[in-house]
């Protein structure tokens, strides 16, 4: 009965989406007030139905209902409580349903917490979300559908996939899709405005915060999919330029241009086509991204259980969602007034080359995941891109940008003279060329060219951004200022700083990891030792140790550092009992500085096992700068600015707003 | 006058330096693709000698054999029509094994064997490769298609 409630309630909230789509626009358009009010009480109808939805199907993952087809496909009585709700995004269509009930509390937080838009634009941007909802919701309803009966109804489910069955991959989907999901808003915002033929400083204020927000999530979510296949999948790797990998971070790339993008056109009124154009593309890669995902026309490592007509479904939405916009920018981009003249030297100028340089990659990225599409169409061959194709790209073009990122930062608006730029950062300048020059040594650098480069420009990162930090507290009471900051306006300030130092965190991280890590596949019998990296791992046998859905066999490691005991490790092999599927469960001992990593292969008799010992010096650090680039984004997204600048920017009606610059 | 020739030598340099980027882009990549070939394409020698290449199929049954060194695995991979040696020092995928699908980046040795860098993983059972699943079925082969038929079926229905 209640997988039937769940059905019903998905189909009560494609009726409010249709609904939704309609009646706030037009009333937009006709100036009908009444129906422009719809759009508040809609957007909450359909989150609450959604959430019921959602609601029914987690009931039925708890109480084991293997009627249900997905449940018997994704779960097991015997799977811990805890993956029993993170099972409900464990397949296509639970994820599925995720994704468009977050769509709707995307939508149902709009309409909540931007109680100060003109109601123009609220229902304009609620009907843009609405219509994305519609696609979704019919996507889910005619071709995955959770709620589908199975008869007979079988003795025991299934059960999740074993990888699935990790804290780490619980939450992953759900912030990946929050990203994905969150800059459909940013997306409706601009629909809403090419549709109003308004794109104005007020319109780039209203969608930046939630366009902070989205890359928030998104930025934890593919750091969390990075630490997962790190730890998880036992390879030792963090990143693999998988295309379900790419598939995530183009949305990323682009919605960190959108995001610099937006704060030239609050603060100056200019790039504003552009910004539009980045909007749209940032929500149609997240859909690119489902398609790939979805569709099994690429191959992947992470791969799950692919289907190609849900495929052909999402491409023709994709098609929709591109064409329709791109006509609607066709049509209403040229009267948007250029605003904002700006030097050589501004703000603008290092912004727009960041923008440059982060569509540059998403181009890249993008050609590289495409490519053996691109190839199999024009029948070249079946193809894969190696990753040291895009670790090439990579490398060309981040140095670039982190020099830009220390100068940007410190760079006024509109004009400025470089005699300031040079006075505020040359110390800084001058402690990374040192920085160049003492990793040179080969003792420290060990002959690899990219360990100076990589080193200096983190330190350029952090040490320009103490200089702009410096340059903000001087003549000002030190301290006391930084609180008052961060009381008032200047969060999204430190909020960038963070954010910035983030990336240099991160770039020792990759730097460091990627030169200095070492790996080594051995066989050990019980009693043999290994060295790795200065470290030996002692093998002392492996044991049955019985789980509550497995059986594993557990090593047993010593390691050690000259004569002094490190650390005692116990990876893990797993038979799970539903299925069988084998799974290597790693063992790490993470550090600041290093992680020492074992791994099991396989049993090769007379108790030896191949197996895989791994050093992996600084690689925190990457998952570290992620977390602080998400917590810069955090800081700025509390600015206060955002809540009074709506209040104030909702008074001056009509187009005037447009003309400031 | 003057500004739009400014504007002129921009357009050019700008259209220069993504020229430039997109060449060199495109000349990496080169140097970074691998074909994919079945068993039959490398049996009918269409493969390349001298460069690394991706092969796939099924792992055959009874095939899979270690090594005195405990760490370098043998197997035959086919698509029913052919089948080529494969070997690979390491530590194999979990979802390895006989009977699945398989994709092994790496070259052809003069012996004939095919010596793999890489063997893909997968993450689920029922998901197979798609350029696996395409040998498979250019194979004519009744056996085959019925197999692998079925669990491409049942991974359908896993949906």
């Known amino acids: 009965m209640i997988p039937e409630l769940g059905h019903f309630a998905l189909i009560l909230a494609l009726t409010i989406a249709i609904v939704q789509a309609a009646f706030p626009l037009a009333g937009s358009l006709v100036g009908n007030r009444q129906w422009m009010a719809m759009a508040r009480p809609l957007a909450y109808g359909q989150f609450t139905f959604l959430l019921i939805a959602f609601a029914c199907l987690v009931q039925a993952f708890l109480t084991d209902d293997f009627s249900v087809l997905y449940v018997a496909q994704h779960s097991n009585s015997l799977l811990p409580e805890i993956y029993k709700v993170s099972a409900v995004w464990g397949g296509h269509e639970g994820s599925l349903l995720l994704w468009v009930l977050f769509m709707a509390a995307w939508g149902g937080l709009v309409a909540l917490l931007s109680k100060d838009l003109p109601a123009t634009v609220m229902a304009r941007v609620i009907s843009v979300q609405g219509m994305i909802a519609i696609g979704f919701l019919l996507f889910t309803l005619l071709t995955s559908s959770p709620f589908e009966r199975l008869f007979p109804v079988p003795a025991d489910g299934r059960d999740l996939n074993p990888l699935l069955q990790d804290p780490g991959l619980a939450i992953h989907p759900p912030m990946l899709y929050m990203g994905y999901v969150g800059f459909s808003v940013a997306f409706s915002f601009a629909i809403a405005a090419l549709i109003g033929g308004r794109l104005d400083a007020a319109w780039a204020r209203w969608s930046r915060p939630w366009t902070t927000a989205a890359w928030v999530f998104l930025t934890i979510g593919i750091a969390l999919g990075s630490w997962w296949a790190y730890y998880e999948l036992g390879w030792g790797g963090w990143w693999f330029w998988d295309p379900v990998e790419n598939a995530s971070l183009l949305p990323w790339l682009v919605g960190t241009a959108l995001m610099h993008s937006l704060a030239v056109t609050e603060k100056r009124g200019a790039f504003k086509s552009w910004t539009v154009l980045l909007a749209i593309f940032a929500f149609s890669l997240s859909l690119l991204g489902t398609f790939l995902v979805r569709s099994g026309v690429l191959t992947s490592v992470h791969a799950f259980a692919t289907d190609p007509e849900r495929g052909l479904f999402i491409l023709i939405f994709l098609c929709i969602v591109i064409g329709g916009s791109l006509a609607l920018y066709a049509w209403r981009a040229p009267e948007v007034s250029e605003g904002g003249r700006f030097d050589l030297l501004s703000r603008e100028s290092a912004l727009l080359g960041n923008n440059l340089l982060f569509v540059a990659f998403t181009v890249l990225v993008l050609f590289g995941t495409l490519a053996p599409l691109i190839y199999e169409a024009f029948d070249w061959g079946k193809i894969s891109v190696g990753f040291p ?31 300031r730029l040079v006075k505020l950062l040359w110390v800084a300048f001058a402690l990374s060329i040192a920085v160049l020059a003492i990793t040179s040594l080969p003792t420290f650098s060990g002959g690899h060219l990219w360990v100076p480069i990589g080193l200096a420009l983190s330190a350029w990162l952090l040490f320009s951004h103490i200089a702009i930090v410096r340059e903000r507290l001087k003549n000002k009471q030190g301290w006391r200022t930084v609180v008052a900051d961060m009381r008032g306006s200047g969060r999204s300030f430190y909020g960038m700083v963070v954010a910035h130092v983030g990336v240099a965190v991160f770039a020792v991280g990759v730097t460091m990891v990627s030169n200095f890590e070492g790996e080594k596949d051995v066989r050990m019998s019980p009693g043999d030792s290994h060295e790795l990296a200065g470290y030996r791992f002692e093998f002392l046998g492996a044991q049955k140790a019985p789980g509550p859905n497995y059986q594993a066999d557990r090593g047993h490691f010593i390691v050690y550092k000259g004569d002094r005991k490190v650390t005692e490790l116990f990876p893990e092999k797993r038979a799970y009992l539903a299925g069988g599927m084998p799974m290597t469960e790693a063992a790490i001992d993470a550090g600041l500085f290093r992680d020492i990593y074992v791994s099991l292969g396989e049993a090769v008799g007379g108790g030896d096992w191949a197996l895989r010992l791994y050093y992996k010096p600084y690689v925190r650090w990457i998952w570290l700068g992620s977390i602080f680039m998400a917590l810069g984004g955090i800081l700025a997204l509390t600015d206060p600015r955002y809540r009074t600048a709506r209040v104030r920017a909702s008074a001056p009606a009509g187009s005037a707003v447009g003309a400031r610059a | 006058m003057k500004a739009r020739q400014k504007r002129l030598v921009f357009v050019g340099l700008a259209i220069a330096g993504v020229g430039a980027a997109a060449s060199m882009a495109l000349s990496a990549l080169q140097s970074n693709l691998s074909y994919f070939f079945s068993p039959t394409q490398v049996a009918a020698n269409e493969h390349p000698t001298d460069a690394v290449f991706r092969v796939g199929g099924l792992v055959v049954e009874d095939t899979l054999k270690r090594q005195e060194d405990g760490l370098t695995v043998r197997f035959d991979v086919t698509d029913n029509a052919a089948t080529v040696p494969v070997s690979y020092t390491g530590i194999l995928p979990d979802l390895f094994g006989e009977g699945q699908g398989v994709v092994a980046k790496g ?53």
């Open chain 2, 107 to 159: 070259r052809i040795g003069q012996d004939g064997m095919f010596y793999a860098e890489e063997v893909l993983a997968k993450h689920d059972e029922s998901y197979m490769p798609p350029e696996v699943a395409d040998t498979l079925q250019t194979a004519h082969v009744e056996g085959v298609i019925e197999s692998t038929g079925e669990s491409v079926k049942s991974g359908a229905a896993a949906q």
């Open chain 1, 389 to 419: 194709w895009f670790n090439k790209m990579f490398l060309a073009l981040a140095p670039f940008l982190a020099l830009l990122v220390g100068f940007g930062a410190a760079t006024r608006w509109k004009h400025d003279e470089p005699m």
